[in-house]
């Protein structure tokens, strides 16, 4: 009970007694000695009646998860992740993990933007020391454009300017084309027109890797 009421009282942020006595149903009785002890570990501070959260400010300087994380124990998480790496459709995630579409969607959809934000800020510093003009590919009315580096495809949901911009050579561009083909036709054959360069960089960042590369990797994006 006492982890639920520290969620809580960080949704809250603050907050009087009266207040988190009627959002989480708990008796007063039971809520001041959690609330006390709370005090007592620097996790909250209590000040003219008013509950406040102590933010930890080493925490804030790393990423930050969206809260809904936070609403799900570690092993729902793990089986979602893992279930994304081995490419299981959220609606098989419900039969084999007892996850609600929903739920799974929401989690495979910031995996989708950690990935893509992953490798947009590789591109960038890339793009910085050598800029390049972008491949552009567009599907249902959504344009992404596409840059290559070391035999290694980027995508970006922006155009990325520089005075300095060169073409990519005739050979890059046919290995553009190549990745691009390669991994377009299992965005295609899912039919995702919503946030297409989102799914167009998970298909890129998930090609030749194995379960095991793709469960590390990501787990790393996510939490180091």
């Not at 609606?91 to 947009?120: C, G």
Request: glycine share 2%.
């Amino acid at each position: 009970m006492k982890d639920k009421i520290l969620l809580l009282c960080k949704r809250l942020d603050k907050f009087d007694i009266d207040k988190i006595e009627t959002i989480s149903e708990i008796e007063q009785s039971e809520l001041l000695p959690i609330l006390d002890e709370l005090i007592k570990e620097n996790k909250l501070k209590l000040n003219a009646g008013v509950y406040s959260f102590i933010t930890n400010t080493q925490h804030q300087k790393k990423q930050k998860l969206p809260l809904f994380f936070q609403f799900h124990d570690k092993q729902t998480i793990d089986y979602i992740i893992r279930g994304f790496c081995a490419d299981i459709e959220a609606k098989k995630m419900m039969v084999i993990f007892d996850t609600s579409k929903h739920v799974t969607n929401k989690f495979y959809q910031y995996l989708r933007i950690a990935i893509y934000e992953n490798q947009l800020k590789e591109l960038k510093k890339l793009f910085e020391k050598n800029p390049k003009i972008p491949q552009e590919r567009i599907y249902m009315n959504t344009k992404a454009y596409l840059y290559l580096y070391n035999h290694k495809l980027y995508v970006s949901e922006k155009y990325l300017a520089s005075k300095d911009s060169k073409k990519h050579t005739d050979d890059e561009r046919l290995e553009i084309k190549n990745i691009y083909l390669r991994s377009y036709r299992k965005v295609l054959s899912r039919s995702f027109e919503h946030k297409f360069y989102l799914h167009l960089a998970e298909e890129l960042w998930k090609y030749g890797k194995e379960f095991n590369e793709r469960n590390h990797t990501i787990n790393k994006i996510l939490f180091d």
